[in-house]
């Protein structure tokens, strides 16, 4: 999830320590796009016996600029120089992190990275989902941390029984947690630096005799020699990829390096170089630049004194809702926008629907990912994911039917949930699939979000509710970038035919278009008329003007205008089936589910909760009844199952709403008092045709 990376250069080694500092800052700067929520270094010293860390809640490009960091930075080089400028007289060894935050607030310096636990030091990019269970299971001291990554170096002291790295001790620890991990670490008490990974989401460069560098992606390496033109002087370079499963030892003092894999267990017996333990000095760092906690703890919400009185503010009003006119084949009501209904009680979306679950044989994606195939085991495509329940059965897909060796591409802007990290996890580290994550600035998207929040509360409009998902759709433009990194065409998504939502547009006044044949797509006439309708609002409510508005024109840019080349869904061709996807994903992945609702969709988005609820409130159905219908339509669903689910599904999720607006900084009781107010678009089973014509039907 997060980004780490480190430098080591052995003693003597020709390497000028400028092209050293310069190989820090580089790959600290191209680290931070994988999170930016705190950051931190270590650097190991043979002189002092210590290894200092910096460490602080702030970007690493801001931690860079503390004096802290620049002053350690220029000591450690004035160590490893002999003063001519070429060559070193003492090793270096330096690792950092550029963090998104999962498991403990970065606010708490004991949970940023480096961590510094038992002696060991060291940086995780993953996340471990069983931490709990392994405090409460194994014999390895007390918990003192907040974060996932303390339970794993306690794991390795409570295994190692050798003056230096053991693979046993390292394959055992692997093997007791559940989750992702690549890690680099040191110890006091020895002369190595371990790297393993049970993933692959980790890469080394190295000339394989005077320096030695690790980072979270081949690209970040790639871009440090080719176009940073940082090693042109030194030969012999190459990047390696670190499987999954597998794992370094390197010997700080010569760079003899040993390889491993978690099945053999195989390392070069070294003799430790360490006659005595280093020390471990902290150096904790403030600032302007640290940021305020991004971490809301459901436990906590469920154990806030306030959390029974705000649950009891919303409303759920399903026997109002229940006298609305339904299309007699599937569950839309009367209030939805365009709808109307023939001699029979059968809506125009049902008359008019085609079916969308019928997909092509599975051969032909075979055939059309053929040429795209690697023959060297390398990564050769991608599949966007978000953690949701879809996009886990693609990535299942794509790496045991379809036999491709994926990169699995999570875009973080701030509404993917803890959950859907730890979901994430279970099934990267499950699957042994690289996980790269694009973190926007997290604390900005949120900012952006509650300007719209506010700005859409003085003047509520369902038309405008789109507005507050727009930042996610940046995953069309960072998937294609991550393509030109890698290098790597293919990508292959998991886009659910059946979660067409035309209320959301129809609500602007856009009618729907049977004939499309994305459910994402848009026509020329739509964009425009989208527009419109977006800046009449603007203009009667200024609030809109804010600094999210650059943000949104981005987005909607990505969605609709962004080329999709090498493009495929997997559900083109496999047909979408709830009951197979849930069976898959609760048992052989032993996905975690949502502690405030019975499904399993949309669990893993935190705005889902918000934007149902209001429109479940004002127009007396949500994205559920949608979803359902289009079941009932492919003959996946009777229509009384249907009910079933709209009447449990649309239930408020008190714990996901408070996760919501607390993490986004609005206040709950005001947001919900405001939109209980909102005139509902159902009365006793009829509206005004006012009301009616703002939902955008047939009068």
Known sequence: MCGIFGVVVRKDARIAPALVRKSLTTLARLSESRGKDSSGFAFRSETDRAITVIRASMPISSLMKHQAFTNELERQLGQMSNGNGVSTQSAFAAMGHSRLVTNGTQLDDRNNQPVVKDGIVGVHNGIIVNVNELWQTMPIGPREYGIDTEVMFSLFRHFDDRPNFSSTAISKTCAKIFGTVATGFFADDKDELVLVTNNGSLYVLTDSKDILIFASERHILESLVQNHNLYSSVSGLKVVHVNARSGYVVRLSDLATSRFTFDDGQIEDFESAVSERYSINMQPVSGPDCNKSLLVDFETIVADPNAKHEKALLEYNVDEVSKLQRCTECVLPETFPFIFFDSNGACNYCNNYRLKNQPRPLDDLLELVAPYRSTDGSCDCI?????????????????????????????????????????????????????????????????????????????????????????????????????????????????????????????????????????????????????????????????????????????????????????????DYYQWNEKEIEKLILGEYEWEKAIDTKSTWRIGDGTASFYNYVYYNVAGFSEIDTFRSNQIREGLLTREEAMGHIVDENVPRYENLKWYLEIVGVDFVNAVNTINSIPKLYNSGKFERSLRSVAGGRP
């Not at 292959?492 to 049977?514: C, H, M, Q, S, V």
């Not at 739509?526 to 609002?537: D, E, M, P, S």
């Open 383 to 571: 599949v966007p994911y978000s953690g949701g329940r879809d996009s886990t059965f693609t990535l299942h897909m794509v790496k045991k039917v379809l036999k491709l060796n994926p990169i699995a591409f999570t875009y973080d802007w701030g509404m993917v949930t803890d959950l859907a990290r730890r979901n994430i996890a279970r099934v990267c580290g499950r699957l042994g699939v690289e996980n790269i994550i694009v973190a926007a600035d997290i604390v900005k998207k949120r900012d952006n979000i509650r300007k719209n929040i506010l700005a859409w509360l003085k003047r509520p409009s369902l038309g405008m509710i789109p507005l507050f998902m727009s930042g996610d759709k940046y995953f069309f433009y960072y998937t294609n970038q991550l393509k030109k990194q890698t290098g790597i065409r293919l990508n292959l998504w998991g886009i659910n035919p059946l979660e067409n939502t035309d209320f959301k547009t129809g609500f602007a006044g856009l009618g729907p278009r049977f004939d499309k044949k994305r459910i994402y797509s848009l026509s020329l006439a739509g964009q425009i008329g989208l527009f419109a309708y977006v800046g009449k609002n603007f203009l009667q409510n200024p609030s809109y003007l804010n600094s999210s508005n650059l943000d949104t024109l981005g987005s909607m840019f990505s969605r609709y205008m962004f080329p999709k080349k090498d493009y495929y869904s997997i559900f």
